[in-house]
């Protein structure tokens, strides 16, 4: 849960997940940054697939682009 008055993240959940923006798709990404999928719909697929591991229990930190 965010708490949107103080900034704080309270992660009280089985697991925590991290992961960086995906670029669902986006193609360029795909290219540039030597990603081993033949097709972008693929990357997307493997990438949902990846996140299938997430329980409902779990707490999913999406970063976006802050690195």
Request: glycine share 4%; proline share 4%.
């Amino acid at each position: 849960m965010i708490d949107t008055t103080t900034q704080r993240i309270s992660l009280h959940e089985e697991r925590t997940w991290f992961i960086a923006d995906p670029h669902f798709g986006h193609d360029a990404i795909r290219r540039h940054c030597h990603r081993p999928f033949p097709s972008v719909e693929e990357m997307d697929a493997t990438i949902w697939k990846n996140l299938e591991r997430v329980g409902v229990k779990d707490t999913l930190v999406v970063l976006g682009d802050l690195t």
